[in-house]
């Protein structure tokens, strides 16, 4: 049974949301401030967190930076009445995995938690694997190093590097990567995939004898000791 904790403050929403999936065999603990939320997810497991950002004390994106900044990995969903753009990025850039807009309809709610979940089912097998080429991942405490030199990268450098591990030597598209590593929908158009390359490329690569993460023209990119294919 899939454990959900639900941060939220309004009664008719929580009651909402914790009924339906309670219909689906999902075990909700509902909490209503932030900080109350942070000391839940520090003392007990959760396999996906659902968020409301107008809370009493602090905010989701507070709560959502607060538990990343503690290596905390467990997908995050945003659930809120803020609706712009803008909003969504700032909940990306704290470490959200999703952003569902209210009103919203049951079914979708549903279907993004059950995304999430096939989704951070990726980083499960890593240890069969965690050293490549230098690289060691620590999954217990959530870091990475290369070469014994740790590599300080956020949480979702980490989940990037963690994707490019489990599928080392393979040319890995930008939209498999979108897809793997974020939940919210990416505008395709946009930069985002190539700039956190960038980011763990400069974290990975820079100041070392030889790089490890290739582009690869045509198709995307690729975590390999060596390739013949030109990096842009």
């Known amino acids: 049974m899939n454990k959900v904790l639900l941060v939220e403050d309004d009664p008719r929403v929580a009651s909402f949301i914790t009924r339906g999936l309670e219909e689906q065999l999902y075990q909700v603990k509902n909490v209503t401030k932030g900080f109350d939320a942070i000391n839940e997810v520090m003392e007990n497991t959760y396999d996906i967190i659902i968020l409301d950002i107008m809370l009493s004390d602090i905010t989701g994106f507070e709560v959502c930076e607060v538990l990343r900044n503690r290596k905390i990995i467990v997908p995050i969903l945003i659930l809120s009445a803020l609706d712009t753009p803008q909003?969504?990025?700032?909940?990306?850039?704290?470490?959200a995995d999703d952003y569902l807009a209210k009103p919203f309809l049951f079914e979708e709610l549903l279907a993004r938690i059950n995304a999430q979940l096939r989704r951070s089912e990726f980083?499960?097998?890593?240890?069969?694997?965690?050293?490549?080429?230098?690289?060691?991942i620590n999954m217990k405490e959530q870091s990475?190093?290369?070469?014994?030199?740790?590599?300080?990268?956020?949480?979702?450098?980490?989940?990037?590097?963690?994707?490019?591990?489990?599928?080392?030597?393979?040319?890995?598209?930008?939209?498999a990567i979108a897809e793997a590593v974020w939940s919210i929908d990416l505008d395709m158009s946009s930069n985002t995939v190539d700039v956190y390359i960038n980011y763990l490329r400069s974290k990975v690569d820079k100041n070392f004898p030889f790089p490890l993460i290739h582009t690869i023209k045509g198709t995307g990119y690729m975590l390999k000791k060596k390739t013949n294919e030109s990096q842009e």
């Open 87 to 95: 909003e969504k990025v700032r909940g990306l850039k704290a470490g």
């Open 123 to 136: 980083s499960s097998g890593i240890l069969d694997f965690q050293s490549y080429a230098g690289i060691e």
């Open 144 to 175: 990475a190093s290369r070469d014994g030199k740790e590599l300080n990268l956020s949480s979702r450098e980490l989940k990037l590097l963690i994707f490019f591990m489990k599928n080392r030597e393979r040319a890995l598209s930008r939209i």
